[in-house]
């Protein structure tokens, strides 16, 4: 099995009806989105805003129908775009984000949908031209529990940082911990904490959904899980270099000769 | 020449638009918010400091129905979680560490289980939250079918419970009960069934940060909670259960807690580029509407045993760890933020842990 490659596939406007549309694979785990961006659009009475444009994100999940988890990932984008779209400059108008899931490994997964989805409606906003404060990027890291087993397929994903020891029993551990990028699920069942970071172009922090992920059946096996303030630190300038460098790249070769920037 | 001579300040100038302070409040709460935060020290409209939370009350068990609940009121807010245990039986094919795990992958067996009737378990395993906000907790949220909120924190609530792995899945066993060998051993006996804890928690007040009411409220009300002793009865071929309610629910030792801070931004008009913001611990729905970023850190403390059982503050002796980040809006929290937020979480999770420390269980 040959290392999968970094990059996501993206396709640009598959739906030429759309303003704007984008299908986007992510390299690992398959996770395959497409989103379509239209707006700005007549507004409901109900909800339009005097000064600012709404969006409306709509999560379609890839099987059934969309229950309480699609309305947590809408919440949570939305809540993304708001402070990346600049609504104040088309009022009272609509902004409708439609994303659907095609293909996913974990339809319930949240950390496994979250960046897909995320940068899938990034760049289907880029295309739509809807008027942006700056672009942003997310990168979903797995902190892996069990440093000694062998990962497969992600060779070129992994990547070390070092741990800070804190106490006693850590330094025994070593005092490394490995970080996986774009986990797939297998990868994902085995990680310690699944960091979702999304970050703007001039490395402001836009999103972090952190949690931690490790297996168990809970009660006292779970105690003192988690992890330290300094390691996430650590973890998230990592992230912030992974989104502001290869990320923009990511979008910019993407867009190509697109005048979108 | 000029007619338009500038008229001397005086008289003649129109009498300052003026309106009471309730009306401010109304009409313009950004910059209602702004001018009592830009003000030094910065006060918030309810009176606190930004970095000051609510205090809270507790009271648990006040539910008689309930295997267990609580009452959490902070501020304004407060909200009632209660905790119906329901058997959920084994049948003969299913594989009993699928619920005895969280984070368990799907696999086709767990979308069948779903199919099973068990109400929500399909996708939640053993333990489900719900929230209701719709009974008239605010004039936001209109009765009628949970809305995106509620949605939202019923998941947030639901990954929280997956995230801590509070409840020790293991104490949810229900076995066979084999008199006649006498062997206690836990590993001889066959598990005929599972507790299913359903958490409902109901939103009487909603006045801001109902996540960190409605997480504590779970916390108590599953610490205080009584399940009756069940067992499977071999000559009925059913799980019957004691009157007595005696079976505590186990949890964690150490026992996270959700701090959540919002963003305020003050638009500054000396310096447009880079405007300032300032963060507010524990926001009311008043500060909450205005906010642009939300911050909720779950955190938990553990005591240093050098330091003695009787934490001092502030912070002497805690270790702190973090299970959970999440944060949402805007681009004004800075990593160096998250890291001065979470001394303040630390300390909210440890003035959380004591007064939990304090409520009596109730009597077996």
């Not at chain 1, 785990?29 to 007549?42: D, Y």
């Not at chain 1, 979702?196 to 168990?216: A, P, R």
């Not at chain 2, 935060?37 to 129905?65: A, W, Y």
């Not at chain 2, 963003?263 to 205005?290: C, M, Q, V, W």
Request: proline residues 7%.
């Amino acid at each position: 099995m040959t290392s999968s490659p970094l990059t996501p596939e993206i396709s640009l406007n598959p739906l030429p009806q759309s303003d704007g549309s984008c299908q986007y694979t992510c390299p690992t785990s398959r996770t395959t989105i497409l989103t379509s961006v239209n707006g700005p659009l007549e507004v409901r009475p109900k909800d339009e805003l005097p000064n600012h444009a709404t969006i409306e994100v709509i999560v379609k999940p890839g099987i059934g129908v969309a229950g309480v988890r699609e309305t947590r990932l809408s919440s949570l984008i939305h809540s993304t775009l708001q402070s990346l779209i600049l609504t104040n400059h088309h009022p009272r108008t609509l902004i409708q984000i439609v994303a659907q899931i095609v293909q996913a490994e974990d339809h319930t997964s949240l950390p496994l949908l979250l960046t897909p989805l995320l940068n899938c409606t990034i760049l289907s906003l880029l295309i739509a031209g809807i008027p942006m404060r700056t672009v942003g990027w997310s990168v979903h890291l797995a902190v892996l529990q069990d440093t000694k087993k062998d990962i497969k397929g992600v060779e070129g994903q992994v990547f070390k940082l070092a741990k800070t020891g804190d106490g006693d029993a850590m330094e025994t551990e070593g005092d490394e911990q490995i970080v996986v990028r774009n986990p797939n699920s297998e990868i994902l069942s085995l990680a310690k904490s699944s960091h979702t970071l999304t970050f703007s172009k001039e490395g402001d922090v836009l999103l972090i959904e952190s949690l931690e992920c490790s297996q168990g059946s809970g009660g006292e096996s779970a105690d003192g899980q988690g992890w330290d303030i300094t390691d996430f630190l650590k973890l998230a300038e990592e992230g912030k270099r992974i989104c502001c460098e290869e990320g923009v790249e990511i979008v910019r070769e993407a867009l190509g000769d697109r005048k979108v920037f | 020449m000029s007619i338009l001579t500038p008229q001397p300040a005086g008289d003649s100038l129109p009498p300052p638009l003026t309106f009471s302070t309730s009306l401010f409040r109304q009409i313009s709460p950004a910059l209602y918010l702004e001018r009592h935060l830009t003000h030094s020290p910065p006060t918030r409209p309810n009176g606190r400091s930004p970095s000051q939370c609510r205090d809270f009350t507790l009271t648990t068990n006040s539910l008689s129905h309930a295997h267990g609940s609580a009452v959490v009121r902070a501020g304004d807010t407060a909200v009632v979680c209660g905790i119906r245990g329901e058997i959920l039986t084994v049948a003969p094919g299913d594989d009993p560490s699928r619920f005895e795990s969280y984070h368990c992958p799907p696999t086709s067996a767990t979308h069948a289980c779903g199919s099973r009737g068990a109400g929500g378990a399909s996708w939640g395993g053993l333990i489900i939250p719900n929230v209701e906000l719709s009974t008239g907790c605010s004039k936001k949220y209109p009765l009628g079918p949970p809305g995106g909120l509620a949605q939202t924190l019923s998941d947030q609530l639901h990954e929280l419970v997956n995230v801590t792995k509070l409840v020790s899945l293991d104490s949810l066993r229900i076995y066979d009960s084999d008199d006649g060998s006498g062997s206690s051993l836990a590993s001889t006996k066959k598990i005929k069934g599972y507790w299913s804890l359903y958490l409902d928690v109901l939103c009487i007040s909603l006045d801001g940060n109902i996540l960190d009411a409605a997480w504590y409220a779970i916390v108590a009300a599953l610490k205080s909670s009584r399940l009756p002793l069940a067992s499977w009865n071999q000559t009925e071929e059913r799980i019957f259960c004691q009157a007595l309610l005696n079976h505590p629910i186990s949890l964690r030792q150490s026992l996270p807690f959700t701090t959540t801070f919002a963003l305020i931004p003050l638009p500054n008009s000396e310096n447009h580029r880079k405007e300032t913001a300032i963060l507010l611990n524990d926001p009311d729905s008043y500060e909450e509407g205005e906010a642009c970023e939300i911050l909720t850190i779950l955190c938990t403390t553990e005591f240093d045993p050098a330091q003695g059982d009787s934490p001092r503050f502030p912070l002497a002796g805690l270790r702190t760890r973090v299970e959970k980040i999440e944060k949402r809006g805007g681009w004004n929290i800075g990593l160096t933020q998250i890291e001065s937020c979470l001394d303040l979480a630390t300390s909210k999770a440890a003035r959380y842990f004591q007064s939990l420390a304090k409520e009596q269980p109730a009597p077996l």
